[in-house]
């Protein structure tokens, strides 16, 4: 990650810290997300998966708020052991608002072949929507699943295709979070922190964010919060550390975020050379194949 | 195996690909091999071979991109591709392999047919044997370079499992159209490529683990034993009867419909592997355990 490039123009890294401790599941940054990004309606479903009906990050919705009931104490003591006999079921409710990460090494804008996606002088990554053009390789190397393709059916009154006879879907682009790069153009803090009421979405300098998490962490960890820990926050990690990290009560899975992500490219330059190596297999193969005989 | 998930949802997302997809790493593969193989039937003088490679390939070369621009969610946005050279991206590279290849192989089947310009033959001739192998093994990379488990934890064998299988179905299509007595090359090829395909599918499923098991599951596991089946069987006809006419064609038939197989297969085993998020999730608790301890 660099924004070298920018010169005079390139600001300090921004970012999110997203403290779930203190979350209280309002789903004011989805709301607040989708008015000021104008994202269309992902549909109506109830899941029955305690208060969460959106179920995931995805084209349409950039801020997702997942809700976790679990038979755990919200605290323990010092030796991590259950409170004592005589207590009521332990049970918490575990809420976190997840967004694009804006990873270091960000595997959709490695793999992005039109050069759409790519790293704003916030140290963000942003898809521009007029480059786009739905080859959809972004979708499967995010290591978390976030960016994804719109298609939404389309409706009589829509304009027509380009070309008809290759889609019957609208938009066919892919989107994500843009941490509100027009808003940080302007100045403002993205529309989620804006809206969240707790404060469990800080936006801010990415330095200053890691330092206020550390001292959260050691707070809550003195007060015996159960699970506590920082998700994101190491740039020794496997995207490069995230431009929005975490502070999580219990393992990622169990708020539907990978335990270890890699960036693809990582792996990258030994692929390619498998894939020259392959590719010379093949010639030797089929020259051999003449060994035997022209005809 | 129980692992904590987020109500069983996938972690990573799906493709968005459609069938377009594997049937352009088919083509692709047809295309790659057959101009491989088409340069040294022309270099070793069996220009029976050489001709039918060209028109194979060429014919491979041109369907190729339109299956691509038919999958963009914005088809009249194709040329976007070539806005730029990206090597992190192996959809960018691969799109100017397939332009290189295409554009090569296109004009030398034209103009063999028009029997004009030989020299501008040749020269695309050249371009297009050398676009050849890298477009046949590209696509290996371009599905392993993804977070999708089963495809990115076989990022050491889905480049030589596209190159067998591109290899074995070039072979196979040369087969079915060239007279007997001049495909002698293009029934080796097949039956290597087959061969080799096995062995690389058999190292793939060792390397990959429980990740593997999506091949023997669903969709992906009906395609897996499709392309098993009518590889052996048809690498089997051509390699035991392929100098008579009649079963060097079923033969070769038969492995085409194998390597189609198996480009569906080990698509379909990426969605599997994706929905699941076991695959994504055990691997690397593995591999941050590992790292803990030392």
């Known amino acids: 990650m660099s924004t070298a490039s920018y010169g005079a123009e390139a600001k300090p890294r921004v970012g999110f810290f997203t403290d779930t401790t203190v979350c209280i599941g309002c789903k004011a940054c989805e709301v607040a997300c989708k008015e000021w990004n104008l994202i269309p309606s992902g549909g109506l479903e109830w899941t029955g998966e305690s208060y969460d009906n959106t179920s995931q990050l995805d084209a349409n919705t950039w801020r997702h708020v997942a809700f976790i009931e679990q038979p755990k104490p919200l605290r323990v003591d010092a030796d991590g052991a259950d409170p004592p006999d005589g207590q009521p079921e332990p049970l918490r409710w575990l809420m976190e608002s997840d967004v694009c990460k804006h990873c270091t090494h960000a595997g959709c804008l490695d793999a992005c072949p039109t050069g759409a996606l790519f790293r704003t002088e916030f140290g963000t990554v942003v898809v521009q929507e007029d480059v786009c053009n739905g080859c959809g390789y972004c979708v499967p190397a995010c290591p978390f699943g976030v960016i994804d393709r719109r298609d939404l059916p389309r409706s009589p009154q829509d304009a027509p295709l380009a070309l008809p006879l290759l889609g019957t879907k609208e938009d066919g682009r892919v989107w994500k979070c843009t941490l509100c790069y027009d808003r940080l153009k302007g100045g403002h803090e993205p529309a989620c922190a804006k809206a969240c009421p707790t404060d469990s979405i800080q936006f801010g300098e990415l330095d200053e964010l890691r330092e206020r998490a550390q001292k959260r962490l050691a707070k809550l960890e003195g007060e015996g919060w159960n699970g506590a820990r920082l998700y994101g926050d190491d740039p020794g990690d496997g995207v490069g550390g995230f431009g929005a990290f975490f502070l999580l009560l219990d393992e990622p899975e169990v708020y539907g975020l990978p335990p270890d992500p890699v960036v693809p490219t990582r792996h990258l330059a030994r692929l390619w050379r498998t894939t020259a190596l392959a590719a010379a297999g093949l010639l030797a193969g089929v020259a051999l194949a003449f060994a035997g005989g022209a005809e | ?294």
């Open chain 2, 1 to 294: 195996m129980t692992t904590a998930s987020y109500y069983g949802r996938n972690i990573v997302k799906q493709p968005v690909w459609k069938s377009e997809i594997p049937l352009y790493f088919w083509t692709g593969g047809i295309a790659g091999a057959s101009a491989v193989l088409h340069g040294l039937a022309r270099l070793r003088g069996n220009e029976a071979l050489a001709k039918r490679a060209l028109f194979v390939g060429a014919v491979a070369d041109v369907a190729s991109p339109l299956l691509l621009v038919k999958d963009l969610g914005r088809p009249e946005r194709f040329l976007n591709m070539f806005r730029m050279f990206k090597v992190t991206s192996p959809m960018s590279v691969g799109s100017w392999i397939l332009l290189a290849s295409g554009g090569a192989s296109s004009t030398a089947a034209a103009l063999e047919l028009l029997g004009i310009l030989a020299p501008v033959r040749r020269a695309a001739e050249i371009v297009s044997f050398a676009a050849g192998p890298p477009l046949a093994t590209y696509t290996g990379a371009l599905v392993a370079n993804t977070s999708i488990p089963v495809w990115s934890e076989a990022r050491d064998q889905l480049p030589w499992l596209f190159g067998a299988s591109a290899t074995a179905t070039a072979g196979a299509a040369a087969a079915v159209v060239t007279p007997v007595q001049f495909a002698g090359p293009a029934r080796r090829a097949a039956v290597a490529g087959a061969v080799a395909e096995g062995l690389v599918m058999r190292e793939m499923r060792r390397r990959l683990g429980f990740v593997g098991e999506v091949y023997d599951q669903g969709a992906a596991g009906r395609h897996a034993r499709i392309a098993r089946a009518c590889t052996t069987l048809g690498a089997g006809l051509l390699a035991l009867a392929g100098r008579r006419p009649a079963p060097a064609k079923t033969g070769g038939l038969l492995m085409l419909g194998g390597g189609l197989a198996l480009r569906f297969a080990v698509f379909r085993a990426g969605f599997q592997s994706a929905r699941d998020p076991r695959y994504t999730v055990v691997p690397q608790k593995e591999r941050l355990r590992a790292r803990e301890s030392g």
